[in-house]
């Protein structure tokens, strides 16, 4: 049976089991965790009001500033200031199907540690993020789990 997470600007369909992370805070976040694989995602939403001519250009931030944040959360969590060796195996920018946005992709991993990935929109309107991590195993299906969420994933632009 398919869990059905739905709102007024996003659904998230999957067959898997996802729990509900409590939030600490009231800042509209999503976190969600899957036991079965160890999945966690989280999803949030930021209102704008971006001209459409400058969409791309804001796309390109977005990529820049997660991958940033990324390698400082690692940093943080070793408490290391090494840059750690994060192999990515996708990066993306451009317009989305509809075309009346801009979708930003990227997805990798930390050798022995993590598959990870991120799904990102911009709109005139709005910025969408979605972080999807999963520990590093050789079970089936852990590698694959930013797709699977990805594919379940729908967002609504503009």
Request: hydrophobic fraction near 40%.
């Amino acid at each position: 049976m398919a869990n059905r997470w739905a709102h007024e600007e996003f659904t998230f369909i999957s067959d898997r089991h996802w729990e509900k992370i409590p939030n600490q805070s009231d800042d509209g976040r999503l976190q969600l965790f899957c036991p079965e694989t160890g999945t966690s995602l989280a999803l949030s939403m930021e209102a704008m009001d971006i001209p459409k001519n400058k969409i791309e250009s804001v796309a390109k931030s977005l990529m820049e500033a997660r991958k940033f944040a990324h390698v400082r959360g690692i940093q943080d969590m070793m408490q290391s200031n090494e840059v750690p060796d994060l192999q990515f195996v996708e990066e993306h920018i451009g317009p989305n199907a509809g075309g009346n946005g801009y979708e930003v992709v990227y997805e990798g991993s930390l050798p022995g540690k993590n598959f990870f990935g991120f799904l990102g929109f911009v709109s005139q309107r709005k910025i969408v993020n979605l972080i999807v991590v999963t520990p590093f195993s050789y079970a089936k299906g852990h590698a694959g789990m930013f797709r699977e969420v990805a594919g379940g994933f729908s967002v609504v632009l503009p």
